[in-house]
Nanobody, 111 residues
Framework: QVQLVESGGGLVQAGGSLRLSCAAS????????MAWYRQPPGKQRELVAA???????NYRDSVKGRFTISRDGAKNTVALQMNSLKPEDTAVYLC?????WGRGTQVTVSS
């Protein structure tokens, strides 16, 4: 079974950038759907961005134009580039692939 480990979270000021990375222990080349979710404090988990094996992407409206999801089959990674961060982006960000969840990485955006 694939295991996922996220990295790249941290504390950043509003307007700043972070790049999250999710490393898979096994091959993700055949994984049809990979995604980043987030869980803000006291709120439910929500889909942030998704990418298919063919490269089709989908984003929640509030991050369109600011976040970019990408995947590298050769390196077994999926990344989330986050620009123009806002305080409302503060959350634990989790990677999802092949029915498996990572443990998450904290992103905190200060105003």
């Amino acid at each position: 079974q694939v295991q996922l480990v996220e990295s790249g979270g941290g504390l950043v000021q509003a307007g700043g950038s972070l790049r999250l990375s999710c490393a898979a222990s096994g091959s993700i080349a055949s994984t049809l759907f990979m995604a980043w979710y987030r869980q803000p404090p006291g709120k439910q988990r929500e889909l942030v961005a998704a990418i298919t094996s063919g490269g089709t992407t989908n984003y929640r409206d509030s991050v369109k134009g600011r976040f970019t999801i990408s995947r590298d089959g050769a390196k077994n990674t999926v990344a989330l580039q986050m620009n123009s961060l806002k305080p409302e982006d503060t959350a634990v960000y989790l990677c999802f692939a092949g029915g498996v969840w990572g443990r998450g990485t904290q992103v905190t955006v200060s105003s």
